[in-house]
């Protein structure tokens, strides 16, 4: 059975960072794709960055040049490294990974920033 955690998020001043980690496993093969989303309150699920096959990499304009993603090598693994947060940053932040039409989610990591 296919699962994702994430981890990283916390309490941040605004200027400040974060590295949120994303980890599937139960999966025999890499997946072709993993990404970041988030969800504010009241707001609906939207898209914040994504890596897929081949190292390609995009980002949702809000976050260029202060967010980057990466994935290890051979690792069903992806990391959202977040530099100078903002309020408008915080929310809940999901972990999407697909593989062969499917998709799995994780449940959550809370990223609050204070101004």
């Known amino acids: 059975q296919v699962q994702v955690a994430e981890s990283g998020g916390g309490l941040v001043q605004a200027g400040g960072s974060l590295r949120l980690v994303c980890v599937v496993s139960g999966s025999p093969l890499p997946m072709n794709a993993m990404g970041w989303y988030r969800q504010a309150p009241g707001k609906q699920r939207q898209f914040v960055a994504a890596w897929r096959h081949g190292d390609l990499k995009t980002y949702v304009d809000p976050v260029k040049g202060r967010f980057t993603i990466s994935r290890e090598n051979t690792e069903n693994r992806v990391y959202l490294e977040m530099n100078n947060l903002k309020p408008e940053d915080a929310a809940v932040y999901y972990c999407?990974?697909?593989?062969?039409?499917?998709?799995?989610w994780g449940k959550g990591t809370l990223v609050t920033v204070s101004s």
């Open positions: 999407g990974a697909g593989k062969s039409g499917l998709e799995f």
